[in-house]
């Protein structure tokens, strides 16, 4: 793959560091427009764009969060004024927590649930829009190993990532006739991100399940991702793909 998304305007979220910094390179070598947000640091963000461009792709930032409905209506209406219409958004915003349920707040579960299941409703609605009026349109759902399998894992992190899977099947039944897919990926465990501070024993018992015997990394998901979003894809429409060197 080299030029399936030339021509193409890309919306990832939480494209600032880790697997949606991936992912924007993966588009932006593909020959996408590469349009990201996120809500802290902006010093990752310019990485993020320098990599983008470094691919010769045209690149855009905005320091939004997923949560914030009008902020992300503004970006979005500027970024296709910019670069015409979004025809590809990749929701990767999110965030882990490692707790146990006995000590996880109520605070803690809202936060887990709004930024990870909330923030993809919120984006997707944004961008469907002019995906239906354009008859076409690609909407990539990250999750997690953690939401389609039963593991040992955080509850509020496993629950939010399975009720992106069902997010995705009702959202791909819906508006599927109108030519827009929407697609859900569940990587395992990589080699950074949120699962930085997984306890030892939990990425050992992981990595004993493995067959690849190894944890997968962000680029190696980015290229799938890729692949999901493009003209290449195009009948795959509600599916959960799993990518876990098998578990
Ligand atoms: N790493 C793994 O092992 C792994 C495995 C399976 C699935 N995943 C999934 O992959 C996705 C990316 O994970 P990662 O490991 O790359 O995490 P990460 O390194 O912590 O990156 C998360 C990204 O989301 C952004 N973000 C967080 N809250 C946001 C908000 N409210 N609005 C907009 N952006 C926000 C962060 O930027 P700011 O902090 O600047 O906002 C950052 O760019 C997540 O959905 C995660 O659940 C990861």
Known sequence: ?????????????????????????????????????????????????????????????FKVSVLDRQGIAEMVRTIESESGPIAIAINNAGVGQVVPVALMEEEDWDRMMNINVKGAFLVSKAVMRSMIHQKRG???????????????????YAAAKAALKGFTEALAKEIG????????????????????????????????????????????????????????????????IVLDGAV
């Not at 991936?22 to 802290?40: D, E, H, P, Q």
């Not at 990539?140 to 939401?147: Q, R, T, V």
């Open 177 to 240: 006739r109108y030519g827009v897919t929407v697609n859900c990926l569940a990587p395992g465990i990589l080699t950074e991100g949120v699962s930085a501070n997984l306890p030892p024993a939990k990425l050992e018992e992981y990595l004993r399940h493995c067959a690849l015997g190894r944890v997968g990394t962000f680029e190696e998901v980015a290229d799938v991702a890729a692949f999901l979003v493009s003209d290449l894809n195009s009948y795959m429409n509600g599916s959960t």
């Open 138 to 156: 690609r909407i990539l759902n990250i999750s997690s190993l953690a939401g389609v399998k039963m593991m040992n894992a955080p509850v509020h």
């Open 1 to 61: 793959m080299t030029s399936s998304l030339a021509g193409k305007t890309a919306l990832v979220t939480g494209g600032s560091r880790g697997l949606g910094r991936a992912i924007c390179v993966a588009l932006a070598k593909n020959g996408a427009r590469v349009a990201f947000n996120y809500s802290r640091d902006e010093v990752e963000a310019a990485a993020t764009l320098t990599a983008i461009r470094a691919c010769g792709a045209v690149g855009s930032a």
